[in-house]
């Protein structure tokens, strides 16, 4: 059974990471003035389905969103059956781009989106494997076809890569030092979903967002990576007790960027550990490039076990017909903002 499906089956899975202890008391999340004009987002799969709800939702907050194995924005609309059917596979045939155009200005109208004219000034990187059975690489195109709609320039700010021979996951170079246990096959994906393909998707979508690169490290030192608690954030229902931190030498200080780097189902500290903070490569670019990444956790639940993101509505209230899981209101979007919002503070004395 695939990824997103299982998960809205409800299908119980196992996690392979023990609970928090219960005398561990983990650290908040630091304040670290990070520069404003210089956060990016990064997902994948449920993860890549959050970006673009919180990139459409405070755009004026992002430099640029990217994108792996995900399809347009709103694509579910609260509709566990169409987040099935047009947004994994698209058996009900493709999302129609019309009626989400239709969706967007009903929340422009309610003031549940930001605005236009920032959102047309994104940065935007999508990425998907051609041999992806999970999430159909039609959605990115559809995707791509959406953001061609509000991008000033699409031509410069946005780029769209099919990757052939890959599948469902996020591919890593092998300049990544990870267990041989750690990576998936390219193409087969399953496990952990980091892929083993040779291509650093990380750089790729960093450079893309945020323009020349310095090289990458070729580790990134494991001090600099830490847990911290999300208890003032669980407000956000589906949040997992701890997230991880990477803060480069000299970011504590403050003026660093900010890249928020979503997992996907089942891609969670909860099941596979600290295997995605630490293998999918983007600590190394971020330890010589004066990047923080935060790596936020969800949970898994009876609603959600494959520990998604909440890109069809489950986390919103039962009584709900319309949730606002997609918009400002969104329960995980407003507790993603709030962790921006913290490390936006200036550094504690």
């Excluded at 969103?65 to 058996?91: F, I, K």
Aim: negative net charge.
């Amino acid at each position: 059974m695939n990824l997103l499906a299982s998960a809205a089956a409800g299908l119980v899975l196992t996690g392979l990471a023990a609970p928090l202890a219960a005398a561990e008391r983990l650290p908040e999340l630091p304040r670290l003035g990070i520069a404003a004009d210089d956060v990016s987002v990064v997902g994948i799969s449920s993860g890549g389905y959050m970006a673009t709800q919180l990139a459409v939702a405070w755009p004026e907050r992002f430099a640029g969103v990217a994108v792996l194995a995900a399809g347009p924005w709103s694509c579910a609309q609260g509709a566990l059956s169409l987040a099935l059917g047009q947004c994994m596979t698209t058996r009900l045939g493709a999302p129609e781009l019309d009626e989400l155009a239709n969706r967007h200005r009903g929340y422009l109208e309610g003031g549940l989106v930001g605005d236009p004219q920032a959102l047309a000034r994104l940065r935007v990187f999508i990425w998907h494997g051609t041999e992806d059975d999970t999430v159909s690489p039609a959605l990115s195109r559809a995707l791509a076809e959406q953001m061609q709609g509000w991008l000033e320039s699409p031509e410069e700010q946005l780029r769209l890569i099919e990757s052939e021979d890959i599948g469902h996951g996020w591919p890593v170079s092998a300049r990544e030092e990870a267990p041989v246990d750690v990576l998936a096959g390219c193409r087969a994906g399953g496990g952990t979903h980091l892929l083993a393909c040779g291509l650093d998707i990380a750089g790729e979508a960093l450079g893309w967002l945020h323009g020349a690169l310095d090289p990458p490290a070729e580790t990134a030192p494991l001090d600099h990576l830490t847990r911290f608690t999300q208890a003032p954030f669980l407000d956000g229902k589906g949040f997992d007790e701890a997230g991880y931190l990477f803060v480069p030498e000299g970011c504590k200080a403050g003026g660093c960027g900010l890249t928020v780097a979503l997992h996907g189902c089942a891609m969670g500290a909860g099941q596979i550990d600290d295997a995605f903070v630490r293998h999918s490569g983007l600590n190394e670019w971020a330890a010589t490039n004066r990047r923080v990444i935060l790596y936020p956790q969800a949970d898994t639940s009876l609603a959600n076990p494959q520990g998604c993101w909440d890109w069809w509505g489950f986390a919103e209230s039962t009584w709900q017909l319309n949730p606002l899981h997609d918009t400002r209101e969104g329960t995980q979007t407003r507790a993603l903002m709030g962790m921006i919002d913290r490390l936006a503070q200036s550094p504690e004395a």
